[in-house]
């Protein structure tokens, strides 16, 4: 309706209009609407076009794409969070909705949390009764399309995937020119994956939506997985780590995790729905699950690679496109975490040059490395490795003479480490590979000797 108004108090429902896929230009249309508003266009374009897909896989296709426009409806639910959602065009079984329920209330966590709302009950997707129609075999070949962010984490990932031969593409959503360099870098097959959102969002913003975190890695793993069933490869890997699975501990509230859709809860449901309800030779894990922070950390080190190239500072990155003055900003709680967490491993002349400056030997920066420590505050709302790995890696620098005279190395060993017990501090126990992951059997059986060390 031409006279329809936005107003986020008002709106009943949030409808799924309609989805498609263009295999002659590569565009899929993700369609939405509030009440009777007007629709809400997404798309995602995969390079490569036209597509030939057989009577199995374009069902897969199609399976893979009504996922896809759910699970991305989160980026327009959040607008004004109304008590009904509507599917229309086509059904969803019950594990489905039980699925996306968990993905919006778990994945809109922090969301909630900062806007002071209670989405527990009110996030309910209709589903049709009747028994599921299992996925089939479709015969993709061995292939892996890997998630690049331009950090350390999927660059340990790809390097690990190349030494032991599998065959991958790099892959990435979006626009950014660092993360296109740092993947051009890789000397590997890349794959860049548009996405546009509907443009109308950013006016909802300006007239009082509501606004916040969402589960992108759950929207970006759901468009990979649609990716893949579209070229006909079998495997998604992403390069989140164990730790990913923490979220940070509000007194009063509880956990609230970030970075949920990073986790193993995700993972495991998300990777398990696409094999019993896509195609069953569809493969999506995180190659280092099995990994902290720290030894990510440990085995980004053993390679200069990329010391030029990658960046884990998230103020590169923005909705509105990446703001690149410098691929390191200093301040920001990435910054502070991926210089503490190399930092054992890292030699200092190496380190610095590759941040710009030494982080840990600037009296301003204690209150956001005490947010990492967990020291009288918790966790900070990004993707950063638990507290106890912050202290065990600031434990490990006040034992370094390069180290402990730095401001914030001396002040931890002086007034924080007095307050916890010495074998809470010890980093080898976090160094230790986990067994919960989803890594190919065969796989995982080569990169454990390499991840041991």
């Known amino acids: 309706m031409s006279d329809w108004v936005f107003d986020r108090d008002t709106i009943r429902a949030f409808r799924f209009v309609r989805c498609g896929f263009d295999a002659a230009t590569g565009i899929a249309r993700l369609v939405y609407a509030f009440d009777d508003g007007p629709e809400l266009v997404e798309t995602v374009t995969l390079p490569g076009a036209p597509f030939a897909l057989d009577d199995a896989r374009g069902a897969a296709a199609e399976r893979a794409l009504q996922l896809l426009h759910l699970i991305a409806g989160v980026s327009y639910y959040k607008a004004a969070v109304p008590g009904e959602m509507r599917i229309e065009g086509y059904d969803i079984d019950a594990a489905t909705a039980a699925l996306l329920e968990t993905v919006y209330l778990n994945g809109l966590g922090e969301f909630a949390y900062r806007n002071g709302l209670d989405l527990r009950g009110r996030i309910r997707f209709p589903h049709a009764g009747g028994a599921m129609v299992p996925a089939t075999t479709l015969g993709l070949r061995s292939h892996a399309l890997v998630a690049i962010g331009g950090g350390k984490d999927s660059l340990v990932s790809i390097e690990a995937l190349r030494a032991e031969g599998v065959a991958q593409t790099v892959t990435w959503i979006g626009g950014s020119q660092l993360i296109a360099a740092c993947a051009a870098h890789t000397g590997l097959p890349t794959l860049n994956i548009g996405r546009q959102l509907a443009p109308q969002l950013f006016d909802l913003n300006r007239l ?5 975190h969402i589960p992108v890695t759950a929207v970006n793993s759901a468009i990979m997985a649609f990716a893949a069933v579209v070229l006909g490869v079998d495997q998604v890997v992403f390069s989140n780590e164990r730790s990913a699975s923490y979220g940070s501990i ?5 956990e609230v995790n970030h970075q949920w859709s990073k986790g193993w809860a995700f993972e495991s449901a998300f990777g398990a729905h696409l094999q019993s309800h896509v195609a069953a030779d569809l493969q999506y894990y995180s190659l280092l699950r099995p990994l902290s922070e720290l030894a990510v950390a440990r085995q980004f080190a053993k390679t200069d690679r990329y010391d030029a190239h990658f960046s884990s500072c998230n103020r590169n990155f923005h909705i509105l496109g990446e703001r690149p003055t410098s691929r390191w900003c200093g301040v920001c709680p990435k910054c502070h975490f991926v210089f503490l967490a190399l930092a054992p491993f890292v030699p200092k002349v190496r380190l610095v040059g590759i941040v710009g400056r030494n982080l840990l030997d600037d009296p301003a920066q204690t209150a956001g490395f005490d947010a990492l420590l967990e020291y009288q505050d918790h966790k900070p709302f990004e993707c950063v490795g638990e507290g106890r790995e912050s202290r065990a890696a600031m434990a490990a620098l006040a034992q370094r003479p390069e180290w402990r005279e730095d401001a914030l ?14 074998e809470d501090l010890r980093i080898e126990p976090l160094l230790e590979l986990d067994e919960e992951q989803r890594i190919p059997a065969a796989l995982w059986d080569r990169l454990r000797l390499r991840f041991a060390d």
Request: proline share 8%; hydrophobic share 45%; no cysteine.
């Open 409 to 422: 190395v001396a002040r931890f060993a002086r007034e924080i480490a007095p307050q916890l017990q010495a």
């Open 208 to 212: 009082g939506a509501w606004n916040g």
């Open 250 to 254: 509000i007194p009063g509230t509880g």
